[in-house]
């Protein structure tokens, strides 16, 4: 599954701009596995085709819009904390928190970590990189991307037009933000590292910075470190304070960290934060589809007119060779069965016998026993009902059905068994 990581500019940034879509943004496309398969630096407007053709998005909010509170929590779901979590942490807050957006992290120490996020600036965001094709979309906070280890602190910058974010991560589950501007260009790196210093004044800071920036950090901070990995172990600077190791920043620890956490601010977001479809790739096979239903609806439908044509010629048919035969007739419901009563009583009237007459079943029922070589020493008693003849034999008969059943069949007549020892024989027409 490929996945596009784009590092979004803050708030501060953005409100310092006229258009924040022009506002570069650091990207990587990883595909399975976390391998970077390309990355670059793009607004979002020109990273149209890349987010409509990734299968998912993952949005990391730069840490200065994101604030991690920690807060003892009952023992709930996940689904239920996310209700009651804005109440817990409105003491906390300094603005209404329906205004925010509060997502649950990890457990640890019995404290629960919350992500709180300005609700509008984040619903922008998501709204943006969703017209934009985006299909599946999560957000991370930044401060939660950066690796870490016990005993010290990491931190990166992002530089966004004149304003510089700075991402710090000081344990496992904490971490903050900050936007500057510095009012001088060359006091720039003065500023970021006095910043860092009175943010954490204990430790000592790793501190990953673009490629074009290395050297002036590294000059700035007194070391010359150039490797992309921790040092060996946190060291102490010539007056024995904690020393700022710089760093080139690379997509493998925002990725690796941004798989790994547990928070997506994104679910803060509610119904209107579902997976979005890209009907696009759809349009066609959904156009074929809709052409197919329309000519199979039409068939159908012409079919169904034929068939009910023809039947409704049939019927005219029917009546008018009833009529012509039978004049005398003038109700007529069903034509079909009215010139077979007329036919049979026509038969009857001249003599001839009908199928379902006695005389008719009964000869044949006698050719039939005959022909078994039963005869009628069988038959105990023989009875005419309903156009039928019931016939129940003698209790030591050894006659079965079956031995009779192709016979009668052969004289178009059938035979059953409505009641024990009474044996059914009707005419098959």
Excluded at 20 to 44: K, N, Q, T
Excluded at 159 to 186: C, K, N, Y
Excluded at 378 to 400: C, F, G
């Amino acid at each position: 599954m490929s996945t596009l990581y784009i590092r979004m500019p803050s708030k501060a940034a953005a409100d310092a701009v006229e258009h924040w879509l022009a506002l570069p943004c650091p990207y990587a496309l990883a595909s399975a596995g976390d391998a970077i398969e390309r990355e670059g630096v793009a607004p979002l407007s020109e990273l149209a085709t890349a987010i409509a053709g990734a299968q998912r998005v993952v949005l990391i909010v730069a840490a200065s819009d994101v604030t991690l509170l920690h807060v003892k929590t009952p023992p709930l779901s996940i689904p239920k904390l996310r209700l009651v979590l804005p109440n817990l942490v409105e003491d906390q807050l300094m603005s209404d928190p329906d205004e925010c957006v509060v997502v649950p992290g990890a457990l640890a120490n019995d404290l629960r970590t919350a992500a709180v996020m300005q609700r509008g600036w984040l619903e922008i965001q998501f709204k943006t990189v969703a017209s934009l094709g985006a299909r599946s979309v999560h957000a991370v906070p930044a401060q939660l991307c950066l690796p870490h280890r016990e005993g010290s602190a990491s931190a990166a910058i992002c530089e966004q037009a004149s304003d510089i974010d700075i991402t710090l991560r000081v344990s496992d589950q904490e971490g903050f933000g900050l936007s500057i501007m510095p009012e001088h260009a060359d006091h720039a790196i003065a500023d970021v590292l006095s910043s860092l210093r009175a943010m954490v004044p204990a430790l000592p800071i790793t501190l990953y910075v673009p490629q074009a920036r290395v050297i002036s950090y590294q000059q700035a901070c007194g070391n010359h470190h150039g490797s992309t990995e921790f040092s060996a172990e946190p060291s102490l600077d010539a007056d024995g304070q904690p020393t700022v190791s710089v760093f080139v920043d690379n997509w493998s620890h925002w990725v690796a960290g941004a798989s790994k956490s547990a928070i997506n601010l994104i679910t803060g977001l509610g119904a209107s934060a579902g997976g979005q479809i890209n009907w696009k790739q759809w349009r066609w096979p959904l156009v074929l589809g809709g052409l197919l239903i329309v000519i199979n609806a039409g068939a159908l439908n012409f079919d169904w007119w034929r068939m009910k044509r023809e039947a409704t010629g049939l019927r005219t048919t029917m009546i008018q060779t009833f009529k012509t035969t039978f004049p005398k007739d003038t109700v007529i419901l069903d034509p079909l069965a009215q010139m077979h009563r007329r036919i049979d009583e026509a038969q009857r009237n001249s003599g001839q016998a009908a199928p379902d007459d006695f005389s008719q079943l009964a000869g044949n029922l006698a050719e039939v026993l005959q022909g078994e070589g039963s005869g009628s020493a069988v038959i105990a008693s023989l009875e005419y009902k309903d156009r039928s003849l019931l016939l129940h034999l003698k209790p030591d008969s050894k006659l079965t059905m079956e031995k009779l059943q192709a016979a009668l069949s052969a004289r178009n007549l059938k035979i059953s068994s409505p009641s024990n020892g009474v044996w059914q024989i009707r005419s098959g027409k």
